[in-house]
């Protein structure tokens, strides 16, 4: 067996049901999102956490029995337009092969792809003769038409619930797009959306969430969360043992071929993320192909690489001493502001130190204690 072959199993792809037996934990936030899927009658529902973390995941795993569920991607990036075009759009799409969808679902695909071929054609038409204002009268120009849009998505969506009952709809990658777009979006369309037996789980970045903990459910003066979510589900770091598991359960066919250890660095340099986890055994195996086995050494000088090679985080003489004192430290923050304190540092110095290093996600929040993230555990910044 050669180290090289670990590469195929350490692919960093969304877990879908097929590949059951590699997910770990979510076991509860599966239920939550199950029991919402069966019993919430109507509503916009959120999955937020930060990326790698597994929203896709777990949305492929929302799957309430008999109950009519589709899933869709939001990938376009311009404008709030184009994302409730390409949402309409791609519903559409999901639905044509459906009895007694189809022609409803064709026909609001041929209207989007015509608006968008005008819209599109006379903006290029335009750039082409140049001048804008000097030539055309502003109200002239094809804009795309928001209002009939939504309205076609209304229509489609309560189509599919009249021939098929309640209705799950599951947006992802809208947590790729632009917070204040993804938020806009939604609120634009959320009183056209809001059906008896129609349910929406969206998932979200994790800059929303922050917000919806923290800021009192505010977004900003037109719009609030708690008025366009009924809930949303957050996403948590996995454990650490979690996390170790999950390699265990990808790697199970050549677990003799690393060594105890290099799971367990690698765990802590998750910081509970599973992508993170993934990246950077891949990493590690990618960089020593010609070993015989994974060993300590070899991850180290992998992380040590990655350190180096990324020096994104300029760092303050004192905030590097900081790093080094706080090396295995796990606790509340006067712990960390006392480690400070006892070598020499004044109080609040200590207290701005603490905070900036926070701020640059060097040390991080796991369950209401404070650590020096993975990342830098074992590497010197
Ligand atoms: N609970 C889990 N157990 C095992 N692997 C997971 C789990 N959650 C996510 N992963 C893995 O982590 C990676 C990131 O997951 P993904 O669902 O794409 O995250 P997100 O959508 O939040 O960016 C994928 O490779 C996926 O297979
Ligand atoms: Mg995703």
Do not use: C
């Not at 090289?4 to 350490?10: C, M, P, T």
């Not at 009895?99 to 989007?112: F, G, T």
């Not at 076609?152 to 709809?169: E, H, M, P």
């Not at 105890?260 to 998750?270: G, K, N, R, T, W």
């Amino acid at each position: 067996m050669a180290l090289d072959e670990l590469i195929n199993y350490l692919a960093d792809r969304p877990l879908d049901i097929d590949d059951r037996r590699y997910l770990v934990n979510r076991q509860s936030d599966l239920e939550s999102l199950n029991k919402i899927a069966k019993y919430q009658p109507y509503g916009i529902f959120g999955i937020a956490g930060e990326t790698g973390i597994g929203k896709t995941t777990v949305l492929n795993f929302i799957s309430p029995q008999d109950i009519f569920i589709r899933k869709i991607n939001i990938t376009l990036r311009d404008s709030v337009d184009s994302i409730l075009y390409e949402l309409t759009y791609n519903l559409a799409r999901s639905l044509e092969g459906e009895k007694k969808l189809e022609k409803d679902a064709q026909s609001v695909k041929e209207w989007i792809t015509n608006e968008v071929s005008t819209v599109r054609g006379f903006s290029l038409g335009l750039s082409m003769i140049g001048s804008v204002g000097t030539n055309f009268q502003t109200s002239n120009i094809p804009k795309f038409n928001f209002f009939a849009a939504r309205e076609k998505l209304a229509d489609l969506i309560s189509r599919t619930v009249q021939v098929k009952g309640k209705f799950i709809l599951l947006i992802d990658e809208l947590d790729k797009e632009k917070k204040d777009d993804v938020l806009r979006t939604i609120d634009a369309i959320k009183s056209q959306i809001l059906f008896d037996n129609f349910i929406v789980f969206i998932s979200l970045p994790y800059s929303i969430y922050r917000e919806y903990a923290a800021d009192r459910m505010r977004w900003n003066e037109s719009g609030n969360l708690e008025n366009i979510f009924k809930d949303i589900v957050f996403l948590e770091p996995l454990s650490k043992s979690d996390i170790k598991e999950l390699l265990i359960r990808r790697l199970s066919k050549y677990i003799g071929l690393i060594s105890e250890e290099v799971l367990e660095i690698a765990s802590d340099f998750a910081d509970g993320n599973p992508r993170d986890a993934l990246w950077i055994m891949y990493k590690t195996v990618f960089d020593n192909t010609d070993a015989s086995r994974l060993e300590r050494e070899h991850i180290l000088k992998t992380i040590r690489g990655i350190v180096t090679e990324y020096k994104s985080i300029p760092l303050t003489e004192n905030q590097r001493r900081a790093v080094d004192l706080f090396r295995g430290l796990a606790g509340t923050r006067d712990k960390f502001i006392e480690q400070l304190q006892k070598s020499g540092i004044k109080r609040t110095t200590a207290y701005s130190l603490f905070n900036q290093l926070i701020e640059k996600k060097i040390l991080i929040q796991r369950n209401e204690t404070y650590q020096l993230s993975g990342k830098y555990k074992y590497a010197s910044i």
